[in-house]
């Protein structure tokens, strides 16, 4: 039986999104068929098997200061996220760590029938995810330098980049995302999205 859902967050065109805790052996198929696949390259897992998949997430259930969930759209599960501690893991030691600060990642699960908007709105929820803990003050990301979609999207909910970095198994941007900015790209979002609304209305009536 899976846990049930830590957060949810509704996106005024594509519904409800959700957390659930993830759980290291029933969502170890899930979550094998999604971080091999080609188009989640930049996870770094594409060799893995279901077993190594399972021992990488147990290992994450185990730490404490690194969590992982398995996403749902519509209550059914479409996306991975993470949560770290960035003065503890991921970026210790590779940048001036503030209190307050949160390291997040995520990855869409792979389709066939992508449906426009979708990726902008799982990091969208999982932003508000992050945020919704009062102490929260700056989520702290560091995707590959190569990874341009990411950086679109980063951007598009308030990311800032502060540094190229070296990691040992890749070179990153080091962004930040403060709540303020967090909350000033929402609400640009948001009117982006009900101008759109009002423009097709215009065009089907």
Known sequence: MTSPPLFEHTDARLGTFALRALDPA????????WVTHPKASFWMMQEADEAEVAAEYRKIHEH???????GLHEGRPAFLSERYDPSRVELAGLYPSRPGDVGMHFLCAPTDTPVHGFTLAVITAVMEFCFSDPAVRRVVVEPD??????HALNAAVGFEIVERIAKPEKDAYLSICTRERF??????????????ARDAQGVTR
Do not use: K
Not at 26 to 33: I, N, Y
Not at 64 to 70: G, L, N, R, S, V
Not at 145 to 150: K, L, P
């Open 145 to 150: 330098v190569r990874n341009d979609a990411v």
């Open 26 to 33: 029933a969502d170890a198929a899930l979550l094998h068929g």
């Open 183 to 196: 909350e000033a790209a929402r609400t640009a979002l948001a009117a982006d999205a009900a101008r759109t």
């Open 64 to 70: 404490p200061h690194h969590d992982a969930f398995i």
